[in-house]
């Protein structure tokens, strides 16, 4: 290793023999904070001593060290020498690093670069300052019985697991820059913010966490005091060069001060804000409040609160108080900001405090909508309540106990509907399992008792085990439960799949903290609990609405509870160090039993659990495995138990409303708004822009459902008899088979191949199946919701992604709206239409004829619902068998009232877009033609434009067989609307010539399995390039615009060097992170540089613009689909509010928009006027717009043709958008 020297002539005569090295600077340090001499040419254990008192201010000037007798006590004397070396040791450090700044730039980084390790070492003070003077601290000042000062091997972390503290150092100064001019000053901090803002606020997170953990168990903040004395106000440049750059901010100190607060300690807080002031921290209003409630618990409340309020008008912060008792940081204290308010309007009435401050917590729930095309819903409006009545109090009250009840745990267990064969090995399986099991409860209890009762410590780096704070946030039972239940899921899921261990330590992490909330928030949780209670009553027991969900629920939670369940958040590197350790112990206490080994080894205590590699291209990820005598073991007991996530399973109470990004639906777990998104990924106002599309996902979420019970016991039998492919139910594994022609001339091992892959398929599509089932049995006959948040694009998901209805065929006819609706005359015809609609025929007839023809079907219908696995079996060849069974028993039923039109009907009825990608491109370019063929114009009958395309490529294909073209005579009777229909609804969304051609010979294979494989590739390549060609002919304002996305994203991406963002028409961001992937070589330099910081590092995330660049090539083929895919989101929220202000139960899949059979007609209105208010702002101009402000600079020559791309818009035709609202079929 390379090593530097300080110059003896900055070091105090006779500190040492010798200069030190970087090495022995590190080790100095590291003595310190542990309370240990060092001198260089060794530091013993055994040398350690007892910190006396902290550091503490004495007077009011600067804080200097406490006056502490050293004559009686050998070991303070050596203290007191190695403060003073080390005082001295930070001055020779700040002068080396500072010494490079003399250097050229090119130089200086590439020395910095190369070197990145030495100058980590050399800022081990700032590391070690926080990560160990805080431990020591605790552990000797409090002197707490559970810590025992004794040295024994450590749990030890890798570059994953520290704490992130080394990394932040070493890529805080492997980044910087020579300073030597005003404007070099400037630069560096423009360049700072830009690439480290996320790295500050990640190591600001982690300490503010550690912490709040520290002040909650210890209750000292006497103790906290000194440590951010110590870390913060110390008088050494390099932290006070932190300070100045905004690195350590007012979130640290105010922990600090609200804890002095609550205490009243009000000298305490006058020389802490002394010694922030000395120091150049950072102090906002924040600070201020707390130190006005520290006024106002006092002594002599007055004197104090005017001293602080003129301490506050002197730094013109008068106004801001207001603002800071009001904002989201002071939700979880309303109580206390209560106080204040009061108390201040006691003493200074002038300044109508309390008045200005509850105007301000008032208006939050009652903003409007300020995006134009949503405008239009501001107006006051008072709507039937669809869902009135669908829960009485008494239920409401169970369910909600219900949900808290499974937050608070791990996973879920649910019974499996897969049949178990018993036999006496089954039992006895059983029964060893059990006896396992409790031996390793016993064992974990053992070692993490002995975890705690000791002081670790990495013999090699010498790093204390600071994450110890957090095992000691709750009883050590509650820890060893959540070791014990997560070492029963591996076991038992290990059967389906077996996890990544970051992935593991992720979620014991995320456990520890769920489990401490549960301690933290007993309190508030029965005060949530009646604030829900307050909600469900309101919205589900009122005949009529007149507010949002959104806005009901914060007039319900007026004191902002939900924001305390959710505001205490341990950074990620925290919550993977704490899953880490828990999982070493779970792999050191968990043994395989002696009576599973074959080979008799008794001996040595064999792991249950082992680690194997699997090896990518470009890295080497840890997968978690159970011993194979333990699967052998559960492939006997067959436990039949399922282990789910809270988020897999709908939600049993009303979920609570989307507030906020990660606020809402569940009470103690955040849910990201857009999926696998950064918490950064909405700035400061975009939230409040998009208002309309938070109360839009809430009323999709607000729908309650209960499980068909009709259909799931058929679904069940027929999946535990083994599938059935016809009715899209997965086939067990051992029915897979290939027939001759899938053969055809494969050699034996391209045969077993593909057949090994087939059977794999099978395997993952019953594991996944076997899910929903399972979680609908689970269900049972209860209510339940299925809360949705998005993808990137807008476009609404639900949480549970096993169960419901954006799903396959039997999915979705096991879902049923909980609450009914009398159908009707028109509910009547609906569902006769509805059972039509999923034959697949009648798809160019009008709905008369469609009515008609379900006369016909009748006879069928009714035998299917009174024998559908035994009689005739007719529902198996609809087109969506399951959906349509469910239809026939609904008819059954309506039809055998004396008055079908009185039946009250629960069945969902579809309607769907023509084509929906199309009929956007045809209102985007105004396209006659197009919208013509897509029903956005209306007709007498619904053109079916996949029929149309297919008939015009068969034109195309009968002129070239007359030609003499033998493909074209090989195709003659070929060309069916299935075979081209999902190369036509995909072209829309970006699909490739290559991907057409796998989609058409696809389809022929399963039409016309005759065809040979040469002719299936010159088949299936001569129709989509025919298809290309028409749909080119036919949409060609469609073409333009789509080349006209691909030509912007191409310039966006390569000109202004990033990927391509737009907002939607109701305010949501998308981004498209596509990014492309760091080379090998490349990642392997970042390590080495430390210039990925650990949640990087843990995530996997690589953003860092030294790293990647944007994905030219998925940008330009992502932003044509993805933009029409945002679109057709916007256009479903939008149906969506009218659909409130109608009374109408509304859900959808993406185009496909589901509502009662009395409803359809209402629905089909609405979703027109949706659709023409939106197409009626200048979409494309305003994305023009938007671009041009967010990637073009007018000063950069080099933006010039980027700013001309995206300035030509395409042409617009003729189209009159008011048509669509005429047109009957444009959804149907």
């Not at 000037?61 to 070991?75: G, H, Y």
């Not at 065929?809 to 569902?831: I, N, T």
């Not at 210039?1091 to 932003?1119: C, I, W, Y």
């Amino acid at each position: 290793m390379l090593r530097k020297r300080i110059s003896c002539q900055k070091l105090k005569a006779g500190a040492y023999s010798s200069p030190p090295t970087y090495k022995s600077l590190n080790k100095c340090f590291i003595c310190f904070v542990n309370g240990r001499h060092y001198s260089q040419g060794h530091a013993s254990a055994s040398q350690r001593v007892e910190v006396d008192s902290p550091i503490t201010p004495t007077n009011s000037e600067a804080p200097t060290p406490s006056v502490t007798n050293t004559d009686s006590d050998p070991s303070l004397v050596q203290q007191s020498e190695t403060k003073s070396q080390i005082k001295v040791l930070l001055g020779a450090t700040t002068e080396l690093l500072s010494s490079t700044q003399a250097k050229k730039e090119a130089e200086c980084r590439r020395r910095l670069l190369k070197n990145g390790h030495i100058w980590n070492t050399a800022v081990q003070a700032f590391d070690v300052r926080y990560q160990k003077g805080c431990i020591t601290n605790r552990s000797k000042l409090l002197e707490l019985p559970s810590i025992k000062k004794v040295e024994a091997p450590v749990v030890k972390h890798n570059t994953k697991t520290q704490s992130g503290f080394k990394v932040f150092s070493a890529s805080l100064l492997s980044t910087a820059k020579p300073v030597s001019t005003e404007s070099d000053t400037k630069e560096l901090s423009a360049e700072y913010d830009h690439f480290h803002l996320q790295k500050i606020n990640q190591f600001t997170r982690q300490m503010s966490s550690f912490v709040s953990m520290l002040l909650a168990e210890t209750g000292k903040p006497e103790v906290i005091r000194d440590f951010l004395h110590m870390f913060l106000i110390n008088g050494d440049c390099t932290i006070k060069w932190l300070a100045n750059k905004k690195i350590v901010d007012s979130r640290l100190p105010n922990i600090l001060m609200k804890a002095y607060a609550e205490k009243a300690c009000m000298a305490d807080c006058l020389k802490f804000h002394q010694l922030l002031m000395k120091g150049s921290v950072t102090m906002n209003i924040e600070t201020y409040i707390w130190m006005l409630l520290a006024a106002l618990r006092s002594e002599s409340p007055q004197n104090n609160t005017n001293m602080i309020l003129q301490k506050i008008e002197d730094l013109n912060l008068t106004h801001l108080l207001p603002v800071g008792l009001s904002s989201n940081l002071m939700t979880p204290y309303r109580d206390l900001m209560k106080e204040v308010m009061q108390g201040v309007e006691q003493y200074r009435p002038d300044l109508q405090l309390e008045q200005l401050t509850t105007s301000r917590m008032a208006t939050n729930w009652d903003e409007e909508y300020i995006n134009s095309v949503a405008r239009g819903f501001n107006v006051p409006y008072e709507s039937p309540n669809p869902h009135l009545g669908v829960i009485s109090e008494q239920d409401a009250v169970s369910l909600v106990e219900k949900q808290m009840h499974l937050e608070t745990q791990g996973d879920i267990p649910i019974e499996s509907i897969s049949v178990v064969k018993f036999s006496e090995k089954t039992f006895q399986a059983r029964k060893s399992y059990k006896e396992m099991m409790e031996h390793w409860r016993t064992s974990l209890a053992q070692n993490f008792q002995s975890v705690l009762e000791r002081a670790e410590f990495d013999k090699d780096a010498n790093i204390i085990n600071w994450i110890q704070v957090y095992m000691e946030c709750m009883p050590a039972e509650t820890l060893v439960n959540i070791m014990l239940e997560e070492s029963a899921r591996m076991c038992e899921m290990s059967l389906y799949y077996s996890h990544y261990y970051g992935f593991i330590c992720q979620k014991l992490g995320e456990l520890v903290r769920k489990c401490y909330l549960g301690y933290k928030n007993q309190t508030l949780t029965s005060k949530i609990k009646d604030v829900q209670m307050e909600y469900i009553n309101n919205f589900y027991n009122n005949a009529t609405h007149s507010t949002s969900y959104r806005q009901q629920f914060l007039q319900a939670d007026s004191d902002n509870l939900l924001d305390q369940c959710v505001m205490d958040r341990w950074p990620p590197s925290i919550i993977h160090a704490v899953g880490e350790l828990l999982l070493d112990i779970i792999l050191k206490s968990t043994k395989v039993p002696v009576e599973l080994l074959s080979n008799g080894n008794t001996d040595e205590p064999i792991p249950a659990f082992y680690i194997v590699n699997r090896h990518f291209k470009t890295h080497v990820v840890k997968q978690f495995k159970p011993h194979p005598s333990i699967k052998k073991l559960l492939d006997l007991a067959q436990l039949n138990t399922l282990h789910l996530n809270i988020t897999e399973l709908p939600v049993f109470t009303p979920p609570v409303p989307s507030l906020d990004d990660g606020k809402g639906i569940l009470f103690q777990t955040r849910t990201r708004l857009v999926k696998a998104s950064r918490e950064d990924y909405f700035g400061p106002g975009e939230v409040k822009e998009m208002l309309p599309v938070l109360d839009a996902l809430n009323i999709l979420s607000a729908v309650p459902w209960r499980v068909n019970t009709n259909i799931s016991p058929l679904v069940i039998k027929v999946f535990n008899d083994g599938g059935d492919a016809a009715t899209k139910i997965p086939l067990a594994s051992e029915h897979a088979s290939l027939t001759e022609e899938e053969c055809g001339d494969l050699e034996p091992k391209q045969i077993d191949s593909k057949l090994k892959k087939i059977k794999n398929e099978l395997i993952s599509d019953r594991a996944s199946f076997l899910l929903a089932l399972s979680i609908a049995n689970y269900c049972g006959d209860d209510l339940f919701w299925l809360p949705s948040n998005l993808d990137f694009r807008g476009r609404a998901y639900p949480l549970s992604a096993h169960f419901s209805h954006v799903s396959s065929d039997p999915r979705r006819a096991m879902l049923k709206f909980a609450k009914g609706k009398r159908l009707g005359k028109e509910g009547l015809e609906w569902l006769k239409i509805h059972l039509v609609n999923m034959t697949g025929h009648k798809k160019q007839a009008s709905n008369s004829e469609r009515l008609a023809y379900a006369e016909e079907l009748m006879a069928n219908a009714f035998e299917s619902a009174d024998n559908p696995l035994e009689g005739e079996q007719w529902w198996r060849e609809l087109d969506e068998p399951w959906q349509g069974l469910a239809a026939c028993m609904e008819l059954r039923a309506a039809m055998s009232c004396d008055n079908p039109e009185d039946y009250v009907s629960h069945l969902p009825i579809h309607q769907d877009g023509s084509c929906n990608g199309l009929q956007h491109y045809s209102a985007l370019g105004r396209d006659q033609s197009g919208a013509m063929a897509v029903n956005v114009l209306p007709s007498d009958t619904p053109r079916d434009v996949y029929s149309e395309v297919a008939a015009l490529v068969e034109q195309w294909r009968a002129a070239d067989a007359a030609k003499g073209n033998e493909t074209a005579k090989l195709l003659e009777g070929q060309i069916t609307r299935k075979v081209v229909k999902q190369t036509v609804m995909t072209t829309v969304y970006g699909v490739t010539r290559f991907g057409a051609q796998a989609q058409i010979k696809s389809h022929l294979a399963d039409q016309y399995p005759n065809l040979t494989a040469s002719q299936l590739k010159l088949c299936s390549h001569y129709i989509s390039e025919t298809l290309f060609k028409t749909l080119g002919n036919m949409f060609t304002s469609g073409t333009e615009i789509q080349n006209w996305l691909t030509l912007v994203a191409h310039h966006v991406t390569s000109v202004a060097n990033k990927p391509v963002t737009w907002k939607t028409p109701l305010g949501l961001q998308v981004t498209q992170n596509y990014w492309r992937k760091a080379t090998p070589v490349s990642m392997r330099q970042a390590k080495r540089n430390k210039d990925l910081t650990a949640d990087d590092k843990l995530h996997g995330a690589r953003h860092d613009t030294e790293l990647e660049q944007p994905d030219v090539s998925r940008n330009m083929n992502g932003f044509p689909p993805n933009f029409i895919h945002s679109l057709d989101a916007t256009h479903m929220m939008l149906t969506a509010l009218h659909c409130q202000r109608q009374g109408i139960t509304f859900a959808s899949i993406h185009d496909c928009y589901w509502t009662h059979a009395c409803d359809i007609k209402s629905l089909n209105k609405v979703c027109r006027q949706a659709f023409c208010d939106m197409y009626n702002e200048p979409i494309l101009e305003q994305l023009s717009q938007y671009l041009l402000d967010k990637y073009v600079d007018p000063d950069n020559p080099s933006h010039a043709r980027l700013a001309s791309v995206i300035k030509s818009v395409p042409r617009q035709g003729t189209l009159d958008i008011e048509k669509v609202k005429e047109s009957e079929y444009f959804f149907s």
